[in-house]
């Protein structure tokens, strides 16, 4: 079994990959912030758990993906949306409820899905997702097609029963999903420190065969790096692969956390040394690959789309009544 700790360097990297994960980043962590805003002013309702912080992870293993890949994960869930190419006006319409979100404004922020982006939700029950992702990969294997499923859930999820249920069978049928564990030290408001006497999450695979490593959070470059391992051993038809990306998310559990259970000094820390985007943006002027004004420019730009989201939430007319009944059977 394959199983340590990722050390590796930095890759070289081009000026365009630099930008394209910078861009990307930016625009989840302005979609988030955005959604603050609004469910702030009450146009979002229920609940709503913000991305901010954790851009870098689902940034990086987009990268390694290829089409057709799938992705499922839990109610954080605006960041991998956004990363897998869903339209911003879509998922700001689904927080607000209307109509022209992607659940017709009946999912709201923990429940939508893209069939075409191959997004498969967003999910509110804590580890519901990871039997679900070994079950679109058993799909794929099934098919032969050489897809693989990235299956995401946290620190505190990985506490579940049914995560190891499903480890088990994925590796009993060697199935290709890639089960992604965003430790962002904090299940809820319950440090990890706390809550599990383990070293670490990825190792406990070794009790099912399957192996699995560490990556750093907070490096795009090197969650890319990771994942495009994992993703080679999934299709060579090796069977599952773990990571644990460790990250920090700089907000509450959800909205309504306060966030009381850790100081605001830990908090400044992160953002400080460790902030995902601040570290590419120092690549991209130091390398000589964008000046000041360029990156000013770009974050212009992507305040103008999520602008343009939030306003086409607004005036998105809420679902009729009528949309009750649809999308609860299909004809078979």
């Not at 625009?27 to 609004?38: C, D, H, P, T, V």
Request: with cysteine; net charge negative; proline share 3%.
């Amino acid at each position: 079994m394959a199983a340590r700790k990722s050390t590796r360097a930095k890759p070289n990297v081009s000026k365009d990959e630099l930008l394209g994960h910078y861009k990307e980043m930016l625009l989840i962590r302005r979609f988030e912030e955005k959604a603050g805003q609004l469910y702030g002013m009450g146009l979002i309702g229920g609940f709503c758990h913000l991305y901010i912080g954790q851009e870098a992870v689902v940034v990086g293993l987009e990268a390694a993906t290829e089409e057709g890949d799938k992705r499922v994960t839990s109610y954080r869930d605006h960041g991998h949306m956004l990363a897998c190419g869903m339209d911003p006006k879509g998922v700001m319409a689904e927080l607000t409820g209307r109509e022209g979100g992607y659940s017709k404004g009946k999912g709201g922020s923990m429940h939508m899905f893209s069939k075409e982006k191959h997004f498969y939700g967003g999910h509110g029950i804590v580890g519901a997702q990871v039997p679900i992702g070994a079950g679109l990969a058993f799909s794929d294997k099934y098919k032969g097609n050489d897809r693989v499923t990235f299956t995401y859930f946290g620190d505190g999820a990985a506490n579940q029963g049914q995560v190891y249920e499903a480890y088990n069978m994925a590796e009993l049928w060697m199935l290709p999903v890639v089960f992604v564990i965003e430790n962002n030290q904090y299940a809820m408001g319950t440090s990890t420190k706390r809550s599990t006497k383990s070293p670490s999450y990825w190792e406990r695979g070794a009790a099912y065969g399957i192996p699995g490593e560490e990556v750093d959070g907070m490096d795009v470059l090197a969650v890319k790096a990771a994942g495009e391992k994992a993703v080679a051993h999934c299709r060579a038809g090796k069977g599952p692969y773990i990571l644990e990306v460790k990250t920090y998310r700089y907000r509450g559990h959800s909205m309504s956390d306060p966030a009381k259970y850790r100081t605001r000094e830990e908090v400044q820390k992160m953002r400080d040394e460790r902030d995902p985007i601040e570290q590419v943006r120092e690549m991209l002027l130091t390398g000589g690959h964008a000046t000041e004004d360029d990156l000013k420019s770009i974050d212009k730009d992507i305040k103008a789309v999520v602008n343009d989201a939030a306003e086409f939430s607004k005036t998105s007319p809420e679902p009729a009544l009528e949309e009750l009944w649809t999308d609860i059977y299909v004809d078979a």
